[in-house]
């Protein structure tokens, strides 16, 4: 079955620390892959976007992702977390073959930033 | 503001009435898509248009549930008979014809809260 999956309920960190978000995926092929951003009251926000080509892929706000194959896996990643950046974070796939943009989205991570 | 819009932004309903919201998507954008989002989920697909053909509904969209995009334009989500588990926040979004066989970006509106009592 087509799942993904956030291991982090919730994560807290420092304002300043540096930050990985975790996204593992169960697909028949390699999915398009995505990363949104949910604020309070705020629609989703895309922050990037793999589709083919490099693995390491940049976004907005500073983040990157990286896609590994092998481990089914396109964790998010920041240098230095601002507190700006609390959120829900939401990984996503979608399919290669039909393209309608039916995404499957994990459970979310919710990022905490203290001061 | 040109993004996604929904109204109502919230509604609160008695079990067993029923319940409409509407979605304006990006005015260029001739795909629209609806998802249902529940507390500690993540979104879950429900049904999909490209101009006014639904062309897919998730087996989550009861019979209860209509969707309709008449003109290609605006959608609207329809729940009938509505019961405590349709409580949710259901989320439209668009996205631009796609290029080069590629779907861009999906652009979400704020979402509409129904709770039902």
């Known amino acids: 079955a087509q799942s993904v999956t956030q291991p982090d309920i919730h994560i807290t960190v420092s304002e300043g620390a540096s930050l990985e978000l975790r996204c593992n995926y169960s697909y028949g092929a390699t999915p398009y892959l995505f990363w949104y951003v949910q604020s309070p009251g705020q629609g989703l926000q895309l922050l990037l976007k793999y589709f083919s080509g490099d693995t390491l892929v940049q976004g907005i706000k500073g983040f990157e992702a990286e896609f590994k194959r092998s481990q089914s896996s396109f964790n998010l990643r920041k240098p230095s977390v601002h507190w700006s950046d609390a959120a829900e974070y939401f990984c996503a796939v979608g399919p290669t073959s039909s393209n309608t943009g039916k995404l499957i989205f994990g459970q979310g991570t919710t990022l905490q930033v203290k001061p | 503001d040109t993004g996604v819009s929904q109204n109502p932004r919230h509604k609160i309903t008695k079990r067993g009435q029923n319940v409409t919201f509407r979605c304006d998507p990006i005015s260029e954008h001739n795909r629209l898509y609806w998802y249902r989002q529940t507390l500690g989920q993540g979104p879950e697909f429900l049904t999909y248009?490209?101009?006014?053909?639904?062309?897919?509904k998730s087996r989550l969209l009861s019979d209860r549930f209509s969707a309709e995009r008449p003109k290609g334009s605006f959608s609207t989500l329809e729940i009938q008979r509505t019961e405590q588990g349709d409580s949710a926040m259901y989320l439209c979004a668009s996205s631009p014809p796609a290029a080069g066989g590629v779907t861009g970006e999906l652009f979400f509106g704020e979402g509409s809260r129904l709770t039902v009592l």
């Open positions: 248009f490209q101009n006014e053909a639904q062309l897919e």
